[in-house]
């Protein structure tokens, strides 16, 4: 087993295929921080308790799963946290029906309990049975333990977690050779922060991307964006980001990349309008390139055997194609101030009414068939996507539909066509384990409760968006699509709005701790956002948590769904604080909270300095923030805040800080600055205790 970095290993076994997620990477690993972490030195499973072998399907991997470890992982998975005793198949696809491992964004990467993770480098469909099966003859101790006749369908079929001496079994089709990374821990955290290191480290976005994301109804014209956009300042609604849906293309489905002449005549001077009023402006695409395109003939060599929605499927893992294709964007979109994009549809579905994308049988310039194309697709799109930002000296924070291993470094943010809310708090509890993160957008709501509900969960995730593409007006004036459509207002709608506004300016205070959590992914590779179990690997109540998760290192959310008053919340130990009004709660505990509609469960860890930043409507790129400092308990320990410009790629050259701040509960606290950054991102106005 070969040593590839401070606590990660590889196992090579036979000759692995040209074209793997390692061999596709365009970021290098992170060695100088990935030596800052300990560990032991030594692979987390010995080389001789893996097998590996040829068979006719491919290749066959089993390693060694002990009686008590859990599984996590394999990148967004929306049914479920915990892997032990299933079998997870790594296949992209926009519409999963069950609980198989399809998913926009599956990961050949899993982690234990134990301490370790496992990442077997392929983009083929590989299957991982999760300590599902023994080998023959290794029950044959039990014949005589007598079994209860089943009596429902559970009880009959109900998966069955092996027992004794498991493994998981991780099928390869048609490789002739693998390679297998080790990641040491010594805890499950850790793993997970080695893997990230390995993929290049976390993304840091700019500040504005922590912000509130609006986008608009996709057949709006100038008309309707100026409406939208000077409403939104007029009623001191925080936006940063305004979003343009497919209409402002001349063909969409597939795609022109051309600005629609007709619906946005003297479009310039609409996005300097929008610039500035302060929004960052954010268009929506997908891959597939219409014979319009002025891309269509440089791309055509370079695509793939066959067309989507009668465009082309540029291969993007060759040079030509991204050069000409990462080109375009800069010169069109981003010389011109466009400041991210929305990647659809670069999964693929085999499960709604219209199949669409390329077969797997397909064939790509590069030697990739359509089965290893599907499972590369969204992480080459964001290569492409953003290098014109990179070349322009600016940071994106970007949308995309599927994504991939080793990932972490991408500047993007998932989301879904799925809807279920409880589904998408799970999505923000599960992307922490893979180096992904994943938005629980508000797109529709059942009734103002529900709306309310879903901005709450969504201000404490990665991406605050509402993606109003169905609605021309603002979602808090009617829920309903078709009133909203037809502008049949509710009677009191300006009091939804206020309620919306105040939550908006809760994701606003939040932005400077939400950055420094993001530095914290970059430099360290420790997820931003995560399951509790990741925090308290010891405590087996958090193994099946998936609907509360840590916010950085010192806030715990629960979020709520409508039609219900309350819900039950554990709290792992240690004592913790209510965010909202300091009271104090025992650790190792359940307890049962009903907060108003305009609350949501939120604890925060006892002796916090917790930074809230006074609300602005957007944040520029020089952006500065005034900040009161909350402790919570009665000694509250140190706060370390990240500081940076906010929006280009100098910290990468040392121009940064590290912002230290204590408080003994006088009338002032101490703050001192340590770095290569010049410039003072934070003020402090104020210091105050929470109190019960």
């Known amino acids: 087993m070969e040593r590839i970095a401070n606590g990660v290993w590889k196992l090579r076994w036979g000759q692995p295929e040209e074209h793997t997620p390692v061999s596709l990477r365009d970021h290098e690993i992170r060695q100088e921080a990935l030596e800052k972490l300990i560990c032991g030195g030594e692979p987390p499973i010995p080389q001789e308790d893996i097998g590996v072998q040829r068979t006719r399907r491919g290749i066959r991997i089993e390693l060694p799963l002990g009686a008590e470890e859990q599984i996590y992982g394999f990148g967004l998975q929306l049914h479920r946290i915990n892997h032990t005793g299933r079998k997870k198949v790594i296949r992209v696809n926009s519409d999963p029906v069950a609980d198989t491992g399809d998913s926009h964004a599956p990961v050949p990467f899993y982690v234990s309990t134990a301490g370790y993770g496992v990442l077997v480098d392929t983009a083929r469909y590989a299957a991982f049975y999760c300590g599902t099966n023994l080998p023959k003859g290794a029950s044959a101790h039990r014949r005589n333990e007598k079994k209860e006749v089943g009596t429902s369908e559970i009880e009959l079929y109900g998966y069955q977690t092996a027992q004794g001496d498991r493994s998981v079994l991780v099928d390869v089709p048609a490789a002739e050779g693998i390679d297998v990374y080790f990641f040491e821990g010594p805890d499950l955290l850790q793993a997970v922060q080695r893997y990230n290191l390995f993929s290049g480290g976390g993304c840091l976005p700019p500040a504005w991307g922590l912000g509130v994301w609006y986008r608009a109804y996709s057949a709006a014209r100038t008309e309707d964006v100026v409406r939208l956009s000077e409403g939104f300042r007029r009623d001191r609604m925080p936006v940063d980001v305004f979003g343009f849906e497919p209409g402002w293309q001349t063909r969409a489905y597939s795609c022109s990349f051309v600005w629609d002449e007709g619906r946005f005549p003297g479009r310039q001077a609409m996005l300097g309008r929008l610039r500035e009023m302060g929004y960052k402006v954010n268009l929506w695409e997908h891959l597939f390139v219409h014979p319009t395109s002025p891309m269509y003939e ?42 991210g994009f929305k990647l659809d549809e670069c999964d693929s579905s085999d499960y709604v ?189 958090t193994y099946g948590i998936d609907d509360a998760y840590m916010m950085g290192d ?54 916090t300095l917790l930074p809230l930043a006074v609300p602005q409507t957007s944040v520029p790129d020089d952006a500065s923030f005034d900040l009161t400092i909350r402790a919570y308990g009665d000694r509250p320990g140190e706060l370390h805040l990240y500081e940076d410009d906010g929006s280009t790629f100098a910290y ?25 950054y010049t410039g003072e991102q934070y003020r402090i106005v104020g210091w105050e205790r929470v109190q019960p």
């Open 652 to 676: 990468r050259d040392g121009s940064y800080n590290w912002v230290k701040l204590t408080w003994n509960g006088g009338a002032a606290g101490k703050m001192e600055r340590q770095g290569g």
């Open 298 to 339: 440089g791309l055509l060599p370079h695509s793939g055997s066959d067309e989507v929605w009668e465009g082309l499927v540029p291969d993007l893992s060759v040079e030509e194609a991204r050069d000409l294709f990462s080109a375009y964007h800069l010169r069109e979109f981003v010389e011109q101030g466009i400041d």
């Open 554 to 607: 010192s806030i715990l959310v629960a979020p709520l769904v409508t039609g219900t008053s309350g819900r039950e919340v554990y709290l792992p130990g240690g004592r913790w604080r209510d965010f909202w009004t300091g009271e104090a709660y025992e650790g190792g505990r359940t307890y049962s909270v009903q907060p108003a509609l305009e609350r949501i469960p939120v604890f925060v860890k006892d002796h």
């Open 353 to 541: 009414h219209s199949n669409w994308s390329f077969p797997d049988t397909a064939d790509f310039p590069s030697g990739m068939d359509g089965e290893q194309m599907h499972n590369q697709l969204g992480t080459l799109y964001q290569s492409a996507i953003a290098a014109p930002f990179e070349a322009a000296g600016r940071r994106t924070f970007s949308q995309v539909r599927a994504s991939g291993a080793l990932a972490a470094p991408q500047p993007f943010v998932l989301y879904s066509d799925l809807y279920n809310h409880k589904v998408f708090i799970r999505g923000v509890v599960n992307c922490g384990f893979s180096g992904l993160l994943w938005s629980p957008e508000v797109r529709q709501a059942d009734s103002a409760e529900d709306l309310v509900r879903r901005i709450q969960t969504v201000i404490f995730s990665p991406l605050a968006l509402l993606n109003c593409w169905r609605i021309p007006n603002p979602p808090w004036m009617q829920t309903d699509r078709e009133k909203n459509v037809g502008g049949e207002f509710f009677e009191d709608y300006e009091t939804l709005r206020d309620l919306c506004r105040s939550l908006f300016e809760l994701r606003m205070s939040l932005i400077p701790y939400l950055y420094t959590s993001f530095a914290r992914y970059h430099f360290e590779g420790r997820p931003p956002f995560r399951a509790l179990v990741m925090d308290y690997p010891e405590d087996s109540n």
